[in-house]
């Protein structure tokens, strides 16, 4: 690790499986320094990202929690806007899911896409291991309850200075996230379904595992649009009501440290 500084969380992409006008699908965006880390590049992320001005030719890695597209639809035009537009030269680092790399490839074959692992350098991230240096972060991994077919993790990112940001991939209620995200100064959680749904939290269940993690503060994500309205963020904010909470929204960074965190528009 070379950073020392806190760590900045930025959503980026915080809709379910689908793009609204303003919401990409699943991305976050870390930054230490000038340093940064994306977890998923779902459809609309890019064009989010590019409006940023995000160092989209000197990103450190992009984790991939699992290969639902919402998760990764827009790595195929970012692998392609750095080769021919940026001029890119080093590989992309792309982190998977232990087992995921063989089906990633299988999906780029049948999109005609295979150029994309001549530009990228594909890891899998096995879940329970130690951690494992992804540019200014240590990353670990927590496999979540999801999918009968993928292998899917949560990343818990830590900076140098014991900074830690832990990002669910999508699940369902998990006793295995509080002790993987405890300490953890930001927790960003799934919250896609109003009504429980197996694979799923509703924000009541992701509130309940807040509860049960107690970080610094939480975001809510992968949520459907009219999930950002009050009544069901209150019935999160009803069973953890001594963590700040809130739907992320996208350009809404927070500075995660040690100290409290503060929440700044960008
Ligand atoms: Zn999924």
Do not use: K
């Amino acid at each position: 690790m070379t950073s020392t500084s806190a760590l900045t969380y930025t959503c980026v992409g915080p809709s379910c499986a689908w793009p609204t006008a303003t919401r990409p699908t699943s991305c976050h965006r870390i930054d230490a320094g000038d340093r940064t880390v994306l977890v998923d590049i779902g459809h609309g992320a890019l064009q989010a990202l590019r409006g940023a001005d995000a160092p989209l030719e000197r990103l450190d890695a992009v984790l991939l929690t699992h290969l639902h597209l919402d998760h990764w639809a827009d790595l195929v035009p970012l692998v392609w806007m750095r080769r021919f537009e940026l001029a890119a030269t080093a590989p992309l680092p792309v982190v998977v899911p232990e087992g995921q790399a063989a089906r990633l490839r299988t999906a780029l074959e049948a999109l005609d896409a295979l150029d994309v692992l001549d530009w990228i350098t594909l890891t899998e991230l096995q879940a329970g291991l130690p951690p494992v240096d992804v540019g200014p972060v240590a990353v670990t991994a927590v496999a979540l309850p999801h999918s009968a077919v993928l292998t899917v993790n949560g990343y818990r990112l830590q900076a140098a200075d014991g900074t830690t940001i832990v990002i669910s991939g999508d699940c369902g209620p998990t006793d295995a996230l509080p002790a993987f995200a405890r300490g953890a100064g930001l927790l960003v959680l799934e919250a896609t379904v109003p009504a429980p749904l197996p694979g799923h939290l509703t924000p009541g269940e992701a509130g309940a595992i807040v509860a049960a993690t107690q970080p610094g503060r939480a975001l809510l994500s992968h949520y459907l649009e009219p999930l950002g309205g009050a009544p069901q963020l209150a019935s999160a904010r009803a069973v953890c009501p001594d963590v700040p909470l809130a739907f992320a929204e996208p350009g809404v960074a927070v500075a995660v440290a040690a100290a409290p965190s503060t929440v700044r528009d960008r």
